[in-house]
């Protein structure tokens, strides 16, 4: 019995997996197993042979038992230990980069300036890109003399022969918005006209499509007063800190007295800082409307006045955002766009993205 006993422990010891070990259960427990053919033996024998028999078989069996499920257990033990060597994940990897969009420069300053009037009770109005020459400048007092009238200054449409309706024109400036706005709503009214605007213009520091906002506000007695805080205002909150203001005399048609508003800056190593030193930076032509535009847009000259302002969307984003060349909003020059976080433009792409 001991023979069988070192036999069965050292062969379980010694299995290399799972089925060895059935293996191995069958032939000592198994029903024609080693063990269980000896316990059936046991009917054959003396009482007395029985009592010291039967006991060490039993414990026997009871052995080879144990032994058989350590050595399983022992077995999905050393499995699991494999799999985790073979299955690691390094759970700190950084995660693959995702193509993602993202607000352009012009549309967010656009929303950022939209706010700032709108806490100010200014509306946004909008309008057509294509106007007649009606509104884009007959409403305004600008005469047909003009130069601004000549065909090489602004995109006229093309007309097909025998077309006599009035000549249309890509919209010079974002006025005529506020034309209509003023002509559907009347008096009183504060609205800005943001959006896109086109004149016959290129070179380094000028394109045919820019976009501007233009502001008008009109009530029983408003003034030049009323038009400086409203500025002031307006750019302090859009630089972030107190930004001095100096009012020029100017002409434009469609404003009397006319105004050219500069910003504080300084001018330190080439680089403009607004809000800050003795320094001028002209962004802003503005005024008290014109009596014959309020005339021209059905509001009463002897009831109402107000004023009006008109700048570029693209330069005073330029100039929060340090973006040295105008080429830059149309040449997807991104550098800058990294400097002041606009990253996602600019994350390197696994299997090749848009960068270059
Ligand atoms: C500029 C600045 C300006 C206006 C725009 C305006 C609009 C209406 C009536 C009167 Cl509906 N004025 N807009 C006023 C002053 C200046 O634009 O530098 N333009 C060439």
């Not at 993602?100 to 706010?115: F, K, R, Y």
């Not at 200014?122 to 007649?132: S, Y």
């Not at 009012?247 to 048609?253: I, L």
């Not at 040295?324 to 994350?347: E, I, K, T």
């Amino acid at each position: 019995m001991d023979a069988l006993k070192a036999n069965y422990l050292g062969r379980i010891a010694e299995a290399g997996d799972e089925a060895a070990l059935e293996e191995l259960r069958l032939a000592a427990l198994g029903k024609k197993g080693e063990v269980s053919l000896k316990m059936r033996e046991l009917g054959k024998m003396s009482p007395e042979q029985r009592q010291t028999a039967g006991p060490a078989l039993n414990a026997l069996k009871s052995e080879i038992d144990s032994a058989l499920k350590a050595k399983k257990a022992a077995l999905a033990d050393a499995a699991l230990d494999e799999r985790l060597r073979a299955e690691w994940l390094d759970v700190t990897l950084p995660g693959r980069p995702r193509r993602m969009g993202t607000v352009h420069p012009v549309s967010q300053v656009t929303d950022e300036l939209t706010a700032i009037f709108a806490d100010m009770g200014f509306a946004v109005a909008e309008g057509p890109q294509i106007e007649t020459d009606w509104y884009n400048f007959d409403a305004l007092n600008i005469p047909p003399e003009h130069p601004a009238r000549q065909e090489h200054d602004t995109f006229f449409m093309a007309r097909a022969e025998g077309d006599d309706r009035p000549p249309h024109v890509l919209r010079t400036h974002t006025s005529p918005v506020q034309i209509r706005a003023m002509a559907a709503q009347g008096a009183p009214i504060r609205v800005i006209a943001p959006g896109r605007v086109y004149r016959m213009d290129m070179d380094q520091t000028h394109a045919p499509m820019f976009h501007q906002v233009e502001g008008l506000a009109i009530d029983r007695d408003l003034s030049m007063a009323n038009l400086k805080w409203v500025l002031e205002e307006f750019f302090s909150a859009f630089f972030g800190t107190h930004v001095k203001t100096r009012f020029r005399a100017s002409h434009f048609p469609f404003t009397e007295p006319s105004a050219e508003v500069d910003i504080q800056c300084s001018w330190e190593g080439g680089q403009v800082k607004v809000g800050e030193g003795d320094g001028w930076l002209e962004v802003l032509g503005s005024g008290m409307v014109h009596p014959k535009v309020l005339q021209s847009a059905g509001v009463d000259p002897d009831q109402w006045q107000g004023f009006a302002f008109g700048m570029g969307i693209d330069r005073i984003a330029m100039l929060k955002y340090g973006i040295p060349d105008l080429r830059a909003f149309f040449d997807s020059d991104l550098r800058w766009l990294r400097h002041y976080g606009f990253q996602s433009l600019d994350v390197p792409m696994l299997h090749g993205g848009l960068n270059r």
